[in-house]
């Protein structure tokens, strides 16, 4: 029997494209500074966002992005049917404790960096499937909270390496449906965990690269497109190594990105003056970035169908120290602007 | 490579067709290694190097004007360098308490991790992070995280040389 809403090996192409009715996004002090500061729906002053410990705060971010969603849809909680949300710390706390507090029936999500673009694929495929009228999908992460559960303490007086990335403070939220103004989910594909062999738990962007070429090729292979498809193709959390590495590896398959390809780690901070290495990472980096900037330049007409590629180092502490390396794994979702 | 496969014990070598697997898997990792590495921006060692010694250098130097105002003051050279690593450790938790230390780590690298501050911001930092835990499962228990290999291992050695100038003398 074959899959009438499936094109290729592993791409869905939705029957009715589910329609991103609105957006929000809630990002930490430094994440405002940035060069898209001002396509942010809140930004906080202070990390800890007036809560006592950092976890707590990454949570109230996410409560606040999916209330903001909710309300900017002129809609209810009580509407919503599904709330797909996830995030980076163990046992995803942010994302259940969040559920917690808003009282939507929940399907916790884990794909590390990738979620939101996960929670996004599964939202349309829920709308698409006729089980749902409003899903909001969401996730969050925060720098402080990131640090003590991968790294050091954040007071170590330790010297972070070049390929390092900084993780975005923020939670980003969507809320989908099957009719509304908006752009639509028109297709994804699903990504496969791939491992290449890195280790270094400081390098993601070399780990997770490969995973999201194998997703991009995959999917211009499904649906028989190219780059020039497409006016932006973005990955969430490569980094300025990732990003590079990715443009080689589609290159030498004959696909050239040169122009339309960019990365949310590179375009959520500045370089020069931020001090944050190769770029920056977390599930809300391109959370944030495509709730504020693309969502803006979709709403402007800027960029009529773009290939989000959702990126995700499956990266564990344990598993590392026991000499592991780091697969990666990389979800296409492609956004188009109709009309 | 179908033909490859041979019956055999359960704990049998691989076969040719999953040697040749094998083989290839490490080439395509060492490959990708490569160009990842080529790919990477590198730390400026030079640079890197000359903070490490004039930051390292400083605190040394500090410590030393310290020891001498002590001996300069009567105290007797051991209880003066005692006395001055007692300040150093201060300095470093106080430095680590007014997020400064990390600062300077981001600059110095190893300059600020070998000198005894650097032991006592990788006492102090933990302490803070997990105060949030609590004073017994957070505080205590987590204080010695990074600290605690190289108390370790530093136990461990001295007392492999303390056997050795034993047998020696």
Known sequence: MSAPKRVGQHTLQFANPPVIVATASVVGPKEGEGPLGQTFDIVIDDSYFGEETWEKAERKMLEEAVKLVVAKAQLKPQDIDFLLAGDLLNQTISANYAARTLGIPFLGLYGACSTMYEGMALAAMLIDGGFAHHVVAACSSHYDTAERQYRFPTEQGVQRPPTAQWTVTGAGAVLMAPVGNGPRITHATIGRVLDVGIKDPTDMGSAMAPAAVDTIIRHFQDTSRGPIDYDLIITGDLGRVGHEIATKLLGEQKYDVSHNYSDCGILIYDHERQDTHAGGSGCACSAVVFAGHLMGKLNEGRYKRILGVGTGALLSTTATQQGESIPGIGHGVVIEKLG | ?169
């Open chain 2, 1 to 169: 490579m179908a033909d490859s496969k041979q019956p055999g014990p359960p704990k049998k070598p691989l076969t040719l067709a999953e040697q040749v697997m094998q083989q290839k898997q490490t080439y395509d990792q060492q490959a990708y290694q490569r160009l990842a590495d080529g790919v990477k921006p590198r730390h400026n060692v030079l640079v890197n190097a000359l903070n490490a010694f004039w930051v390292g250098g400083s605190i040394a130097a500090l410590a030393q004007i310290i020891t001498l105002i002590f001996i300069a003051t009567g105290a007797n050279p051991q209880d003066a360098s005692t006395a001055a690593t007692i300040i150093m450790v201060f300095l470093g938790a106080f430095m680590t308490g007014l997020g400064i230390y990390d600062e300077i780590g981001k600059v110095a690298g190893a300059g600020s991790i070998i000198p005894i501050t650097g032991f006592a911001n990788s006492i102090v930092a933990p302490a803070m992070e997990y105060k949030r835990e609590g004073f017994v499962f957070g505080v205590a228990a987590r204080m010695f995280t990074i600290a605690g290999p190289v108390l370790v291992y530093g136990f461990v050695v001295s007392v492999l040389i303390g056997l050795i100038a034993y047998f020696l003398k």
